[in-house]
């Protein structure tokens, strides 16, 4: 069973919706005894870093998520998801994330040394650089394209998790990994075959 947990983000349809193609059994819950018991456990997200913080506290996730990514249940974060692992983000000065994995989140700069204007946020398709054996990325070939939409980007203290990067204007950590803690700035659920083929991975670790 895979638990996608409900904190009113943004892409939790689609994501279910994704899951549930490729045959798993799915919940969407903040249930604590629904997400400790999970075979797989998601935390999805769209929108503003400080906001999904609340939220995540307000329901009382916050140590629900702790517990779960400490234990060998495989968990992934998709977009935001990935985000509100690391520790802060420059676009919610003196929230603090989950801190589950270390790292800030800086804004996208819009203009590059040589002049060059970027449209933040950035929404569209980005192709992917591999990083080593990423368990996400079997039988995908390096330079993949998929879907990416967002105005800040992590920059993982611990360059070793970091199994994917894009560039855009900045080098993106597109992907990171740690022991069974999976996460991802694009959405896979949003990226065609490549994407079911990330998510059937995730199934499969």
């Known amino acids: 069973m895979v638990a996608i947990i409900d904190y009113d983000a943004g892409n ?3 994501v279910e919706k994704a899951f549930e193609y490729l045959g798993s059994q799915v919940v969407v819950t903040r ?4 997400i400790m018991k999970a075979d797989r456990v998601v935390l999805p997200g769209v929108g503003a870093f400080g906001d999904a913080m609340g939220r995540i506290r307000e329901y009382g996730l916050e140590d629900i998520i702790k517990e779960v990514t400490k234990k060998d ?6 977009c935001l998801g ?8 420059d676009e919610s000065k003196g929230v603090s994330g ?7 989140l800086p804004l996208i700069p819009d203009v590059d040394a040589s002049g060059n204007h970027y449209k ?7 192709s992917l650089k591999f990083h080593g054996e990423g368990r996400l990325f079997k039988g995908i070939d390096d330079g993949a394209f998929v879907y990416f939409v967002h105005s800040y980007y992590v920059s993982a203290a611990d360059r070793s998790i970091v199994k994917a990067t894009t560039d855009y204007n ?3 950590d597109a992907s990171v990994e740690c022991g069974n803690v999976f996460a991802c700035q694009f959405h896979p659920e949003k990226s065609a075959e490549v994407g079911m083929q990330i998510l059937k991975n995730f199934l499969e670790v």
Do not use: H, M, Y
Request: avoid cysteine.
């Open 12 to 14: 939790i349809k689609s």
């Open 73 to 78: 249940t495989p968990f992934l974060g998709i």
């Open 98 to 104: 989950l801190g589950i994995l270390r790292g800030n």
């Open 120 to 126: 933040v946020p950035q929404i569209g398709w980005n």
């Open 170 to 172: 900045v080098t993106v």
């Open 31 to 34: 249930d604590a005894k629904e």
């Open 82 to 89: 990935q985000q509100l692992l690391f520790d802060s983000s």
